[in-house]
């Protein structure tokens, strides 16, 4: 009975998940401060993962106004960050960190995570609808993600390089 407990829960996340990726709707832009964006995902994680998964959040040294559908774009940071703290439950102690910035232009989102990395074989297909490289993954997660910055005309990419320190996979989000 458990393990068709287990399938019909993992049906269930994949058919919540499939809903939510084809009925995406059109992000509602205002302005939004870049900081309190930050600060609102980090309580959202933190009530999932505090005590099992250590935040690092740093924060833009000024105000920074960006046009954003907050619910969407902190669906997209959630889901990156949701990622990363899995990876790193395997590599103590886990740690992930989420990062906001003006750079060159643009607001620079990033998130990094202190777990295995991703296989050089699998960066390619991370971002596809469906494929998931994790158990119970539904391959949702980093797609959804990635077409709701799209949607925000702006680009979501796993970068070749992270940061120094204990970081091994960083994504950043370019808006």
């Known amino acids: 009975m458990q393990r068709s407990e287990r399938r019909a829960d993992g049906l269930d996340r994949f058919v919540r998940g499939y809903r939510d990726l084809a009925r995406l709707p059109a992000p509602d832009l205002r302005p939004i401060d870049l900081g309190e964006l930050l ?6 994680f933190d009530a999932r993962w505090a005590g099992r998964v250590a935040l690092e959040l740093s924060l833009p040294p000024e105000r920074i106004m960006v046009r954003l559908d907050r619910g ?3 669906q997209a940071l959630l889901n990156l960050l949701n990622n990363g703290a899995e990876a790193a439950l395997e590599y103590p102690p886990p740690h992930v960190k989420l990062a906001g910035a003006w750079i ?3 607001v620079r989102i990033t998130v990094q995570d202190n777990g295995n990395g991703i296989d050089a074989a699998q ?4 971002f596809e609808p469906f494929v998931s490289f994790k158990a119970n993954g539904n391959g949702i997660g980093l797609s959804l993600a990635r077409q709701i910055v799209r949607s925000h005309g702006g680009t979501l990419a796993l970068e070749d390089e992270t940061a120094p320190g204990p970081w091994t996979t960083l994504f950043c989000i370019r808006l």
């Open 39 to 44: 600060r609102e995902t980090a309580r959202l």
């Open 72 to 74: 969407q774009m902190e």
């Open 104 to 106: 060159d232009g643009a």
């Open 123 to 126: 960066r390619e297909h991370i």
